[in-house]
């Protein structure tokens, strides 16, 4: 069977933005993209109606971007986060730091709202020192920010 032409509602994984006119299998179509209201015909009615939300998303997204920035500005700002923590002789935590802590001190410190999952962190900080952490603010703006784990006197 031949493939079928649809317009895409919202963005689907792995096969295009909104607006975007996606050649599909029949199945596809009619199994997935259909009844979850990802897609529809692409009529000229709905071209233009998709459009019109394609740029309304565009103008949020470019709002949410400048957000992001400012943010990041602020994080720039701040040269140092310092946290205490209980530690052993040879500089080992008796416990771990991880993105959820960092969130945190963030949050109390500078009156953010910055979610653990937009701190990029591999793996708890198990020892004192210093480290450079990563905050995803948009999916175009990261911040960075030095990190310095003392040991609680």
């Not at 963005?11 to 996606?22: F, H």
């Not at 103008?59 to 052993?88: C, D, F, H, P, W």
């Not at 999952?117 to 004192?128: A, G, H, R």
């Not at 210093?130 to 911040?143: G, M, R, Y």
């Amino acid at each position: 069977m031949p493939n079928v032409k649809l317009l895409l509602k919202e963005k689907v994984e792995k096969l295009g933005d909104v607006g975007e006119i996606v050649s599909v299998k029949p199945g596809y179509a009619r199994n997935f993209l259909l009844p979850n209201d990802l897609a529809v015909m692409p009529t000229p009615g709905e071209i233009k109606r998709i459009q019109k939300k394609k740029e309304l998303l565009e103008k949020q997204y470019q709002e949410e971007k400048v957000q992001a920035e400012g943010i990041a500005k602020r994080l720039t700002e701040v040269i140092k986060i310092e946290m205490n923590s209980e530690a052993g002789e040879a500089g080992k935590l008796f416990g771990r730091i991880n993105a959820k802590d960092i969130a945190e001190k963030l949050n109390s410190q500078l009156d953010l709202e910055i979610n653990k999952k937009q701190i990029l962190l591999k793996t708890p900080i198990s020892e004192l020192g210093e480290f450079d952490i990563k905050i995803k603010l948009h999916s175009e703006v990261t911040a960075q920010i030095k990190l310095v784990i003392k040991k609680t006197e």
